[in-house]
């Protein structure tokens, strides 16, 4: 048996010896704790350091999308602000997928803005027409407007005042129609959510679209002008018509005798050749009738094409040949004049504008109804149609000029060369057997007549004293913003 001493003794080695184990196990232990402490300390550092450099990042893109794509941020903010006002009595705004030209259309929202529509797209005759007229500012649209007017009929206008030729002479038509109660909307054909909310605004029965980029020459400096107008646009005035209009409107829209282009066989009839285009313009306008056909097809809405002539008169386009002419005349400047490559004048089918006029009420007039519906589907084949709308007596551009001297009393100071290849063609001539048959059109206007009016309306815009005129003074005609209500309308 062993010794009671020893066998305590033995006892205190052995608590001793796990006396150190246990410090060496709890000094190992917390080393262990140590290490992992520090690694959280590390991991959380490395997280917090990251989750900081990702919202840094997140707001550098931030800040380059808001720098780079405004127009699709501020479409969201519309957006959001649409849906906190659809419980208000005004329509919530929309969007469209063109851009409007003229910048946004919010204007054009709300009760008040619908009663004024309203009021002047109604008519105020029985059997009455309600028309839309696109391109209600410019020369024949301005016309065609207080035509329709004048006979009772209710007209909306709309026009995007563009810079092609002078604003002010725009601005002074809309204010000679608002005289007469009639609205042109300051938009664009393209803006598609605008032509969606007038048509859900105003059951029309009829649109002539008028609005199209004018001019031969001007295509060969801004193309891409020509395609957004006279054939984006276009369709953008079809779409409308045909997919959100109940019931469809019957149209009537101007296409143009450039479509003849290279045509030589004389006068020009609806049945001739028109794939030969001269210009860019004439391209625009000929792809217009091809993109009626299928919208007449598709969709059964009733379409008509209006090929006109030269259309001059009060009221005209600065931009062409008898305006800018008589500008020059007066100013003194010098004038140029285009002779054919055979050595012949130049020779084109001059239209006054009142006779196009009663060409374009009598298609209107005459349009049968679209047979389409917002579903797509067709009750029967609509009517497509194309006439001419000229004088039927081309007269050379020489002939012209002589007219206007003796009407300013003032020599032209004459340049004349070579045709260029501009798009020009050397002569119109139409044929109006089609529109005489089918609506009773009839020019009655010479061109002697015609430059009569259209001289005393220019001398009066523009202020110009014909007494100055004839002692040979130099006269300017750049001065036309302000005129007064009294003028403009005697001049109408």
């Known amino acids: 048996m062993p010794h009671p001493s020893s066998s305590s ?18 000094s190992g232990g917390g080393a262990l704790l140590m290490r992992r402490a520090g690694s959280s300390k590390i991991v959380a550092a490395s997280s917090h350091l990251l989750f900081r450099a990702t919202v840094l990042a997140t707001l550098a893109l931030v800040c380059l999308f808001a720098v780079h794509y405004p127009s699709l941020l501020s479409r969201s903010f519309r957006l959001s602000a649409a849906a906190a006002a659809s419980s208000s009595s005004s329509p919530p705004r929309q969007t469209s997928r063109h851009r409007n030209l003229l910048g946004s259309s919010s204007a054009y929202a709300g009760a008040a803005w619908e009663r004024e529509v309203r009021r002047s797209a109604t008519p105020r005759r029985d059997g009455g027409m309600s028309v839309l007229v696109t391109g209600a500012a410019g020369f024949v649209g301005a016309h065609c407007a207080l035509a ?5 009929d209710g007209v909306l206008g709309l026009d995007n005042f563009n810079a092609y030729y002078e604003p002010g002479l725009k601005r002074a038509r809309q204010r000679l129609l608002a005289s007469r109660g009639v609205v042109v909307l300051g938009a664009d054909i393209n803006d598609a959510a605008l032509l969606e909310r007038l048509f859900a605004a105003v059951p029309f029965t009829h649109v002539l679209h008028l609005a199209a980029q004018a001019g031969v020459r001007y295509a060969m400096r801004a193309p891409q ?8 646009g276009l369709v953008s005035v079809f779409e409308a018509a045909a997919r959100h209009a109940d019931p469809q409107p019957a149209i009537v829209w101007a296409s143009s005798s450039s479509v003849y282009g290279l045509n030589t066989d004389a006068p020009f009839s609806e049945d001739h050749r028109t794939d030969r285009p001269a210009s860019l313009y ?23 094409g209006l090929r006109f002539f030269t259309v001059y008169g009060p009221w005209g386009r600065p931009d062409m040949a008898y305006f800018s002419f008589a500008r020059s005349i007066v100013a003194g400047e010098p004038i140029t004049l285009f002779r054919a490559a055979d050595g012949t004048d130049v020779r084109r089918d001059f239209t006054y504008i009142d006779d196009v006029v009663k060409g374009c009420l009598g298609a209107l007039d005459t349009a049968g109804k679209s047979t389409g519906s917002k579903s797509g589907k067709k009750r029967g084949p609509a009517p497509l149609r194309v006439y001419n709308l000229g004088n039927t007596s081309p007269v ?12 300013l009393g003032k020599k032209a100071n004459k340049r004349v060369v070579t045709m260029p290849s501009n798009g020009d063609v050397p002569f119109t001539h139409a044929n109006v057997s089609h529109a005489a048959r089918d609506f009773g059109y009839h020019p009655t206007t010479s061109l002697d007549a015609g430059l009569r009016k259209f001289v005393e309306w220019f001398l009066q815009y523009y202020k110009i004293d014909p007494a100055k005129l004839a002692k040979g003074s130099r006269v300017g005609t750049k001065t036309t913003k302000k005129k007064s209500m009294g003028a403009i309308s005697a001049a109408s």
């Open 9 to 26: 003794s033995s006892a205190s080695v052995d608590a001793a010896a796990k006396g150190v184990k246990l410090e060496r196990y709890a």
């Open 148 to 152: 329709l007017r004048a006979r009772g």
């Open 225 to 232: 002008t020509y395609v957004a107008s006279n054939v984006a």
């Open 282 to 304: 004439a391209a625009t306008k000929k792809a217009g009738e091809a993109i009626a056909h299928a919208y007449n097809h598709i969709y059964g809405l009733s379409i008509t």
């Open 396 to 407: 050379p551009v020489t002939r012209m000029v002589a007219i206007l001297e003796k009407l």
